[in-house]
């Protein structure tokens, strides 16, 4: 069998047809995957990590009564954003919550209303950082990614272990019955 110029010509653009649509299934796959590291929320899984983290997190009245540092987020159910951060919140959650009280205020529970007045709430989620002394020393609207987070927190756990090694320097909270340290 001779073959024709035309004959060649429909074969070469038959095989650069399968080429350029193998070339665009691979450049799709490699390009549309998700990263390793990129937590996949959705809807679902945001609203829940968000409900677990409200039930997880202390209370109002009761971080207020302590002397650690505290951030507040004001959320909604809705709220996608609110819902998005929850696993950056969950994280620092559970890396921070030995120093840094992590208190849930929902914006549509009429029992925050006031919360939400004083400390200004109208965009969620809000996050609003108070020293050891509850005075409110950052706000935040919005997604805000974790580095700033932990760039807030430093300075305040940095005052409060001064805060305490200030105690103990003055005796306070240690008691010592001769030579031996009883508390």
Known sequence: MISTPKRENKTWQIWSAIVAI????????????????TVSMTPLSGIMTLKTLAAKSMPYKVALNNQKPTLIE???D?????????ATVNSLHEQYSDQI????????????AEQVASFGASGVPQFTLLNSQ???VNTWVGKVPKPIFREAFGPLMSAQAVGAENIDNQGIGNQKVGDQDIG
Do not use: G, K
Request: charged share 10%; net charge negative.
């Open 22 to 37: 193998l070339l665009a299934v691979f450049a799709t796959v490699l390009l549309t995957r998700p990263a390793e590291t």
């Open 74 to 76: 004001f959320y909604a």
């Open 78 to 86: 809705w709220c996608t954003t609110c819902q998005s951060m929850s």
């Open 101 to 112: 009280n992590f208190v849930m205020l929902d914006i549509d529970d009429p029992q925050w």
């Open 134 to 136: 509850h005075q409110s």
